[in-house]
């Protein structure tokens, strides 16, 4: 299946705890159907010490299933379903479904 969020996306969290928060995709894990979006899901993690790093607790972001953020509309900015459409030329471009505006160029 297309890929429907990818890396460097807008998106919006839709359900849970960071609920209406927006954040950018760092990295998405297809095979686990899950992606890494900044600021949003953050946890706390006790990290030992290295040579290289400071030991403590560390706050990071914690995975979040693609079916909890949505994409956000270019032209409204509102949280938007993706569809496809196949341009003259060929290429297999990203749809908003809200506004019908392409997403990628």
Partial sequence: MAAKIRK???????????KGRKG??????????RALVRGINMVKRHQKQTPQ????IVSKESPIHLSNIALLDPKSGKPT???FKT?????KVR?????????DG
């Fill in 8 to 18: 460097g996306d807008s998106v919006v969290v839709i359900t849970g705890r960071d």
């Fill in 24 to 33: 950018e995709v760092i990295e998405v894990r297809p095979d686990e159907g």
């Fill in 53 to 56: 790093r400071e030991g403590g």
């Fill in 81 to 83: 379903r993706v569809g």
């Fill in 87 to 91: 341009m003259n030329d060929g290429r």
């Fill in 95 to 103: 749809v908003a479904k809200r506004s019908g505006v392409e997403i």
